[in-house]
Structures are given as structure tokens and as C-alpha cells.
């Protein structure tokens, strides 16, 4: 029997494809699009989905569909959500049609916001909240039974609804949203437009043989295939602001998140796309991010930040050989702080360039595998991005230090140090400069472990592991001053991660 686990951390797939040696699928398409499509096409061997998601009822993609919110693992029981009860329960002739109604009662290509005016037109609901389903469903099923037949194609589908949902402000666009959230239900008959760009030869090789490691990011496909990147919906960025434009005072963000990390990411789209770098169009990426009301809507187009050095990124992520780990880590570090650590011999070709340790290289391996990506992140938020200062620094090292000693690992909760004790009790009201601090050093985490991911497992798989290195409770505590370290008092192993970490931010940028 296998099991597809989706929503993991790199971490997790790692311990999942290296030590159980399990199958891992990992999609740069919406996840529950590609499972509904996986059960499908493999009915014969899927016996069920186990989830959370309403869209899996509408796909009716295989024979049994289990809640994973009720699952008991003790009793081997959970829910079972079916397709067809839901036809009977509200009444409709066929359980084809569920798949339209769904579209036009919202999702994520037809927003429910875009189709207010149409649900209140529809069920004349005067009221001041939400239309219950119970009152909206059956008018919905109306409008699609009634204008159109199970035999149409979804572009036919999409110009009709589009004149019955809009009306008057009909548009192309408002058509083009129909037809994707059609399209996203009806997953067989309507292969998805990313499907059909084409690769050249060496972008094919290299995309296949990124997904055989377990640290691959999704975000690569994206690059290659979509043209695209698009960050996590940091919403929170947005609220920070006021409404003149400036950073909230408790926040110790001078901009939005996604353009703290803008110049990691275009590096990392550079590396992917070097061999691409003279071909027209290549030079740039469209950026879907939350940072402007607008940006939500419409991607920007950002320039690319082309290696100023040549290698071949194909060789280096096939490729297991020792030898070329210190030209990787020139690549990724180059993608972090935006330093060439290639030295050229013959000044009039690239072919020259020494391998020689530069500094940089030489105080980042002194540092301890598992912190690896994150003094990276601190790195960068302190010399590159002037975020933040040595105290702040100073409070992630703490941490790190106390999630890192041995003592603290093997002691249950009644051991510990009073001065040490983590309880589970969350503060009502939180420090949201410590949030905000959090927020940007796991969104650094992420920029950084997303380039790493691009040459394979060349960094240890314990570097991507966030337990290691965070724990939220423990984080507030320190940055409160509820957790006071006797910096003198720590083991050598402790003052040698400090020493290390600490040596490696002072290096200029």
C-alpha cells in the first residue's frame, strides 16, 4: 500500500524518500488538482483520498474520499464525504453538474467576491451576510440546468455564464475566470495551458533531474516551465503598513517581505535560467507576490540576476562528486550575499577560475552543518539587507544554542532549569516586533533553502530541519527576557557555535 502525503517540508520528504524509501511526488500545479488527476488515471490501484478539501467531493476522483480531520489513527475510523449524497441532499438530477455549480459558487480562479452581485441577483437575498448554501446551491443549480447542457465544451460553458453571471460588465476577462475554474474541476477532459510550454532539451534534462532529489522545489518548475514565481500570500506584510505607506512602528521591516528577499530570488531564477541567459525573454520573470493591493491581481515583471560566472548547472546537480561541492557553494553563496568568490587566473576566459577557499567559504564551513541556511539568513538580513542588529542576532543564536544542547534534549519539561523551562502557555498578547522578526527569518529560510535545493542534497539534510533551529515559545521567551543565558557557563560546544556563527556576520557584504 503507499501513501501521498502532500504539504510537507523539505525535511520531511527527505526522511520520507531516504530513510522509508517511500515515493515522493512533488508538484508545482495546485496539489489537490494533481492527486484528483493521479486517482484518475490510476483507479485501479487507488483505493481512496484521505484530506480536507471540499474540491475532492467534486472531483470524484476515486471510489471512497476520507476526512483526514476525523481521522483516528487508534480506531482506524474516519468520515467518509460522498458525491452522490451531496446530489441527493440538495436535490440535483446528475452528479456531472456538480463540478459548474461548484465553479459558480467560488473558488480559486472565480472568487466568491467577484460573484456576490450574481449570488444576491439569483436568490433575491436582501440581507447584510452570507447567503446560506442552503438557499444558494439550489439557485445556482437552477441557472446551470436551465441554460446550459452536459454535452457542451467548457469554452461554450464559459461565454454563456459569463453573459448570466456579468451581464452588463461581461468582459473577457471575467470569461477567462470562468473557464479556469471549469477547467480546475473538469481535470481529465481539459489539460491544463501550463502543460503545453515547451521545454528545450537541456532545461528538460535538468528539471528531471532536480526532482529526484528529495530537497526539490516546486518554485524550479516554475521558473523553467511557467515563466513564473510566486511567493506565499504573507498578508500580514500588507496589514503592517499604514495607510500613508510607511512601516508599522512595531515592526522592524523597512519593506514588504517579498522585496527584502527580491534579490536572493532573482539570483536564483539567474542560476536556473544561465544557459538561457541570451535568448530573448529569458531576462525576466513575472512575480506574483502580496506586497501592493495590485500585486495581488497582476504579477510584476522583475529582471533576472544573471551568475556573472559560467558553469554548468546540469553537471552539478547530477552529479554527486565531491570535487564540485566547492563550486556549488560559490554558486549559493553568490545567490545569498551577490559576492563572486571565483577568482579568474587568465583574465580573457572564464575557463581559468582557481576554486581557491576564499574567507567567506572558510568561516561558513566552521559553522555546524544544521546552521548552516539560517546563519545564512541572518547573514544577509544584517550586511545585506541592514535589518537586523547584533542583539537581534544575539536572540536567534540563543535559541539556537538552547535547542541545540544535549542537556536540554534529554530532560522531560519537570528537569528543566527554571530559568530554561519552554511551557506550552502562549502569551495572550505577543511582542509583535518578535513576530515580525520571526516572520522574516523563516521567510529567509525558505529563499535560501529553495537555492539550496537547486544543486541536491550538498548541504545536510538537518540544515532544512526547523525544529533545529526555531521554536516560536522559546523565541518570545528570549526576546522578552523571560530566558537570560550565562553566556560564561555554556558548554564548549555551545561557545563554539556562537564564536562560529558570530565570526561568520562579520564579514563585509
Not at 483507479?43 to 484521505?50: H, L
Request: charged fraction near 25%.
Amino acid at each position: 500500500m503507499s501513501l501521498q502525503i502532500v504539504g510537507i517540508t523539505m525535511f520531511q520528504r527527505y526522511v520520507l524518500a531516504e530513510e522509508c524509501c517511500c515515493k515522493v511526488i512533488i508538484t508545482s500545479e495546485e496539489c489537490d488538482e494533481e492527486i484528483a488527476m493521479y486517482a484518475k488515471q490510476n483507479s485501479r490501484v487507488v483505493v481512496a483520498i484521505i484530506a480536507q478539501d471540499s474540491d475532492f467531493v467534486i472531483y470524484n476522483a476515486a471510489q471512497y474520499y476520507l476526512s483526514a480531520s476525523h481521522l483516528d489513527l487508534n480506531k482506524m475510523t474516519t468520515n467518509v464525504y460522498s458525491s452522490e449524497e451531496l446530489v441527493n441532499c440538495n436535490n440535483l438530477d446528475d452528479p456531472q453538474w456538480l463540478p459548474v455549480i461548484a465553479a459558480l459558487l467560488g473558488n480559486d480562479y472565480l472568487s466568491q467576491y467577484r460573484l456576490t452581485a450574481f449570488h444576491r441577483r439569483i436568490t433575491n437575498w436582501q440581507e447584510d451576510c452570507y447567503i446560506p448554501h442552503s438557499h444558494l446551491i439550489p439557485a445556482v443549480a437552477k441557472i446551470v440546468t436551465n441554460k446550459l447542457e452536459l454535452t457542451m465544451s467548457v469554452d461554450d460553458m464559459s461565454t454563456i455564464l459569463n453573459k448570466e453571471v456579468f451581464e452588463e460588465s461581461a468582459s473577457d476577462e471575467n470569461e477567462l475566470a470562468i473557464k479556469n475554474a471549469l477547467k480546475s474541476f473538469y481535470l481529465l477532459n481539459t489539460p491544463s495551458e501550463s502543460k503545453k510550454n515547451e521545454l528545450d532539451e537541456y532545461s528538460g534534462k535538468l528539471l528531471k533531474a532536480m526532482r529526484k532529489h528529495s530537497n526539490f522545489d516546486p518554485m524550479s518548475e516554475q521558473v523553467l516551465v511557467h515563466q513564473c514565481v510566486q511567493y506565499t500570500n504573507a498578508l500580514e506584510d500588507l496589514n503592517s503598513r499604514s495607510k500613508k505607506g510607511s512601516r508599522s512602528l512595531n515592526s522592524p521591516l523597512k519593506k514588504p517581505l517579498v522585496l527584502i528577499f527580491r534579490p536572493i530570488n532573482l539570483r536564483f531564477v539567474g542560476i536556473l535560467r544561465k544557459h538561457q541567459q541570451e535568448i530573448p525573454g529569458k531576462d525576466s520573470v513575472d512575480e506574483y507576490a502580496v506586497h501592493s493591493a495590485e500585486s495581488v491581481k497582476h504579477p510584476n515583471k522583475v529582471e533576472v540576476s544573471f551568475p556573472p560566472f559560467d558553469f554548468d548547472l546540469l553537471e552539478l546537480t547530477e552529479s554527486n562528486d565531491t570535487t564540485l561541492v566547492s563550486e556549488k557553494l560559490k554558486i549559493f553563496l553568490w545567490a545569498v550575499t551577490g559576492k563572486n568568490l571565483f577568482t579568474v587566473i587568465n583574465e580573457e576566459s572564464e575557463v581559468g577560475r582557481t576554486s581557491e577557499q576564499s574567507e567567506m567559504e572558510r568561516k561558513f564551513l566552521s559553522i555546524k552543518p544544521k546552521f548552516s541556511i539560517v546563519s545564512l539568513v541572518l547573514y544577509y538580513l544584517y550586511r545585506c539587507e541592514n535589518i537586523l542588529k547584533l542583539e537581534d542576532i544575539d536572540l536567534f543564536v540563543t535559541m539556537f544554542v538552547i535547542l541545540d544542547s544535549e542537556s536540554a534534549t534529554r530532560m522531560n519539561d519537570s528537569e528543566l532549569d527554571s530559568d530554561l523551562k519552554v511551557t506550552k502557555k502562549i502569551r495572550a498578547q505577543p511582542d509583535y516586533k518578535a513576530v515580525h522578526l520571526a516572520t522574516v527569518f523563516n521567510w529567509g529560510v525558505e529563499a535560501i533553502g529553495r537555492v539550496a535545493s537547486v544543486f541536491g542534497p550538498f548541504l545536510p539534510s538537518s540544515s532544512f530541519a526547523h525544529h533545529n533551529f526555531f521554536d516560536g515559545i522559546l523565541f518570545q521567551k528570549i526576546f522578552m527576557g523571560k530566558i537570560i543565558i550565562d553566556k560564561s557557563s555554556e558548554s564548549e560546544a555551545a561557545k563554539t557555535t556562537r564564536a562560529a556563527i558570530f565570526d561568520f556576520m562579520k564579514l563585509e557584504s
